[in-house]
């Protein structure tokens, strides 16, 4: 019976999903940005509550992947292509559904390799790149079509790159400090530049990005001159 709560949880994450999807095709963008990050919210809570009421199972993590690629891979690609892909033709067909498949392949890498990656999230995990996608929408600037494409494009290849993106469970992979201090100013920059704060929702999400890709730079060089 306990089983329930997560895979109920889970389950929500799906309608949500979906739901984004209602709304990106009622042209209702903002809303839709809004149910994508609330099924990452939704996401968050099955994993803890399987936890918590012990009862992780190998049918919930399956679950889990098949819900995760429909909210933060096939609802944000739709959403980026109506907001504005739609204006490359063909080619903003390629971005929506490059992005749709790198979340894939994303979600099948971290099932295999659950057991070997520990302490660390190899690529951006993909609630992480559906939230930036979706929420940059929530910032009220609309860019040229072709910047927006490379954004939703760098966002795909982030999410199957090895870059490793911080867990922050205390146990994985160290936050240098450099790399942090740029991501905060970096954020603080965006705070002031950005006026609206709903659009705020977007900060995080982008930081997170730059984190893992400073981290990982910063984590090299210090192998090299180690």
């Keep these: 019976m306990k089983s329930i709560i997560p895979n109920a949880l889970t389950a929500l994450n799906l309608v949500l999903g979906v739901f984004a999807i209602i709304s990106t095709l009622q042209q ?17 809570f099955d994993g803890r509550a399987a936890r918590f009421f012990k009862v992780s199972s190998e049918f919930g993590k399956e679950l889990d992947s098949l819900c995760d690629l429909v909210s933060f891979g096939v609802a944000p690609a739709i959403l980026a292509y109506v907001f504005l892909l739609h204006e490359l033709g063909y080619a903003g067909y390629g971005v929506a559904a490059l992005f749709a498949t790198c979340g894939a392949l994303r979600l099948a890498r971290f099932n295999v390799n659950t057991g070997i990656v520990k302490g660390y999230f190899m690529g951006l995990p993909i609630p992480a790149g559906g939230c930036v996608v979706a929420t940059f929408i929530l910032v009220g600037y609309k860019p040229e079509a072709w910047l927006f494409a490379a954004l939703v494009a760098i966002v795909g290849y982030l999410m199957v790159s090895t870059i490793r993106y911080p867990d922050f469970k205390g146990k994985g992979e160290k936050i240098r400090a450099i790399p942090a201090i740029c991501t905060a100013v970096f954020a603080a920059f965006l705070l002031f530049i950005i006026k609206d704060a709903t659009a705020w929702i977007f900060i ?23």
């Excluded at 995080?204 to 180690?226: M, Q, R």
Aim: glycine share 4%; net charge negative.
């Design 28 to 44: 209702q963008f903002v809303y839709a940005a809004f149910f994508i990050v609330f099924a990452m919210i939704a996401d968050g």
């Design 204 to 226: 995080p999400f982008i930081a997170y990005v730059l984190l893992g890709i400073l981290n990982t730079l910063f984590s090299l060089f210090d192998t090299c001159t180690a």
